[in-house]
């Protein structure tokens, strides 16, 4: 026996969904600090020396230095360190960034600017792209080289997660820092962007 479905059941079923699926929960400009990387996500060697709200100096000079850019709601910065020598394996600085925009229109035309921002170090200062995967709805990232006696290494990673960008520098010396190094702790951040 065949049942059928009437025709209200379904017009009903469709609009009590369609809301569930057309809307996208988005990430809170409540609780910027929660969002960044904590000292705690680390190792233990490594000091917080500065973290706070995003402010102009932090993105002075670049396609993102308005901080009301692209319906912007709020932004965070938080800055580590740690002493080592050329042996020291892993990253000695590294900067997690969080900002978060009024829709996932915003934090696309942010992640936009951050393309642009890193294009212009590939021209400019000799980086080149890198490739990264499964981070967030897309990602973006970068490595350069600052040549010296002892060569630094710097990787940066901005990926979108639906109405928030997020970013992690990090350096260390060259042949002692890797991107899974800095890609460990851009998941770490994601997975809290992704949670909120």
């Not at 934090?107 to 000799?126: F, N, W």
């Not at 960008?165 to 962007?193: C, H, K, P, W, Y």
Request: glycine share 10%; charged share 20%; proline share 4%.
């Amino acid at each position: 026996m065949t049942h059928f479905l009437r025709p209200a059941t379904i017009a009903l079923a469709c609009v009590l969904l369609l809301p569930a699926c057309a809307s996208e929960s988005k990430i809170s400009a409540t609780q910027l600090k929660a969002l960044a990387l904590a000292r705690s996500d680390l190792p233990a060697q490594f000091q917080a020396f500065s973290e706070g709200p995003t402010a102009t100096l932090d993105t002075q000079g670049t396609p993102r230095s308005s901080l009301q850019r692209f319906g912007r709601k709020g932004g965070w910065v938080a800055r580590f360190n740690r002493g080592g020598t050329a042996t020291t394996k892993g990253p000695l600085v590294v900067v997690s960034t969080i900002d978060v925009f009024g829709s996932a229109g915003g934090a696309k035309d942010d992640l936009g600017a951050y393309r642009i921002q890193l294009g212009r170090q590939i021209t400019d200062q000799g980086a080149r792209p890198v490739s990264v995967s499964g981070l967030g709805d897309e990602a973006v990232a970068l490595t350069s080289i600052q040549t010296s006696e002892k060569p630094v290494r710097s990787f940066t990673i901005a990926w979108r997660e639906r109405n928030a960008t997020g970013s992690i520098t990090a350096n260390g010396f060259d042949g002692r820092i890797q991107l899974t190094d800095v890609l460990r702790l851009a998941r770490i951040q994601e997975a809290r962007m992704a949670r909120n």
